[in-house]
């Protein structure tokens, strides 16, 4: 059964970093394009940044391009966000998703359909 696990989010001071980690079973890893997303209460899920199959390449909003950094690693079926120079507006509900492919443009990151999601892990930026 496929599953997608992310962890490591918590709380930060404004400034500070973290790591969040999605890990997968149940699915070939590198037949998929990866994304993160984020969505805090009261507001639409946003696409912050988007990473091929083979990780040449990788988009990113411009919210969070400088800051964040998206890689993966296919032997450990892992996907990986960075995160640095937190902001209390990024505080919300981090997801993983697996998907066909990235689209991306001046407004927008996201996938072009999403096969998985996992459960999200929550990031809180105190000022």
């Known amino acids: 059964q496929v599953q997608v696990v992310e962890s490591g989010g918590g709380l930060v001071q404004a400034g500070g970093s973290l790591r969040l980690s999605c890990a997968t079973s149940?699915?070939?890893?590198?037949?998929?394009?990866m994304a993160w997303f984020r969505q805090a209460p009261g507001k639409e899920r946003e696409g912050l940044s988007c990473i091929s199959w083979s990780g040449e390449h990788t988009y990113y909003t411009d919210s969070v391009k400088g800051r964040f950094t998206i890689s993966r690693d296919n032997a450990k079926n892992t996907l990986y966000l960075q995160m640095n120079s937190l902001k209390p507006e990024d505080t919300a509900m981090y997801y993983c998703?697996?998907?066909?492919?990235?689209?991306?443009?001046?407004?927008?990151?996201?996938?072009?359909?999403?096969?998985?999601w996992g459960q999200g892990t929550q990031v809180t930026v105190s000022s």
């Open positions: 149940g699915l070939t890893f590198d037949d998929y394009f």
């Open positions: 998703a697996a998907g066909l492919g990235c689209i991306s443009n001046t407004y927008a990151v996201r996938l072009a359909s999403v096969n998985y």
